[in-house]
């Protein structure tokens, strides 16, 4: 069985205008990224089976062709013989950095033309493909069921929005004598998913720096790393709600007024063991408890409501999107 397809992509965005009384001419940017994609052993036998799915974002390196891919560490890896029990994409970053609208159509393109299981994709990436995997996860959270970065780091200005990626199984890795990338920027972004709760991993190699033979190399040679990749699934990676007690719900429960619109209210309610945010004029919506201050939206897991409290009385909440709702109670 052939290891390797080469795939081709052509992404198309359709740019168009709808201004009256003006002339329109639609135009068509088509925009090509190349990859290689692996199909496990068994893919072409099992037609009805859905497989996981791993990306793999490379380094920067000017000498990365679509003729030199397949020399590259994990396609190397598997033309030198080892199996995996998944699909793995490979793509070839094109425009000086990895972009996520591309990415995003390279991800639509691969799930409609293979046997995707689209709860288990998974993204992982070295240097600036570790930078890729943190700007894409970022972005579009709901894309995948667990990421791990290699000696690459979140954009600082990302981590005003962490709550986003708080559930999403992570395993961050870097070399300790990293001279090019300071690890130092990954026990930020450490601190502040255990903010919320996240339970992801930090690996330092010792001894090791930031060359792909070394810290990359080191990953791919081990099989627990795969292992935990594989144990992931996105329809896990919602929160078991936790059971407050009742005194502790009823304190939320009150009118709150947007800080920023001041004509604007909100209010928490409480129903049956249930805690409900209500928006004028919209039904109520279910919340419930990852912690004493933080909630989730039961509609959308990803968006948080987390409360302020100050000695035991709540003050206000945030209701985390990509532009926050900070509500005072003022009732």
């Known amino acids: 069985m052939t290891k390797h397809n080469l795939g081709f992509l052509a992404l198309c965005i359709l ?54 891919l397949p020399y590259a560490f994990l396609p190397h890896l598997i033309s030198s013989g080892k199996d995996f029990p998944m699909l793995i994409v490979n793509p070839m970053c094109n425009k000086g950095r990895w972009n996520v609208e591309i990415l995003n159509n390279l991800l639509d393109d691969i799930v409609k033309e293979y046997a995707v299981d689209e709860d288990r994709i998974y993204l992982t990436g070295y240097s600036m493909g570790g930078y890729g995997t943190w700007e894409w996860v970022f972005q579009n959270p709901e894309k995948f069921a667990a990421i791990s970065p290699i000696a690459g780091c979140a954009d600082q200005s990302d981590l005003k929005r962490i709550w986003r990626v708080r559930n999403i199984p992570t395993w961050i890795i870097h070399g300790e004598k990293d001279a090019v990338v300071d690890k130092a920027c990954n026990y930020e972004t450490m601190k502040q998913l255990k903010v919320y709760g996240s339970d992801a991993e930090f690996t330092i190699y010792p001894g090791i720096g930031h060359k792909l033979v070394d810290v990359w190399g080191k990953t791919l040679k081990n099989d627990a790393w795969y292992t935990w990749m594989l144990d992931q699934s996105r329809d896990k990676n919602v929160p078991e709600p936790l059971r407050l007690k009742k005194e502790t719900y009823e304190s939320y429960v009150g009118e709150y007024i947007l800080q920023d619109r001041k004509e604007d209210t909100l209010r928490i309610l409480y129903d049956r063991d249930q805690l409900y945010i209500k928006y004028e004029g919209e039904g109520p919506l279910p919340i419930h408890a990852e912690s004493k201050s933080l909630f989730y939206l039961e509609e959308d897991p990803i968006i948080g409501v987390e409360f302020i409290i100050e000695d035991d009385e709540v003050l206000s909440f945030n209701v985390l999107e990509e532009r926050a709702w900070p509500a005072k109670k003022i009732k």
Do not use: C, F
């Open 15 to 68: 740019l168009t205008m709808n201004y009256v009384n003006s002339q329109q001419v639609a135009k068509q940017l088509v925009i090509k990224t190349d990859y290689l994609i692996y199909t496990p052993p068994g893919y072409d036998e099992e037609s009805e089976k859905k497989w996981p799915l791993m990306i793999n974002l490379h380094g920067t390196d000017r000498n990365v062709t679509i003729e030199t």
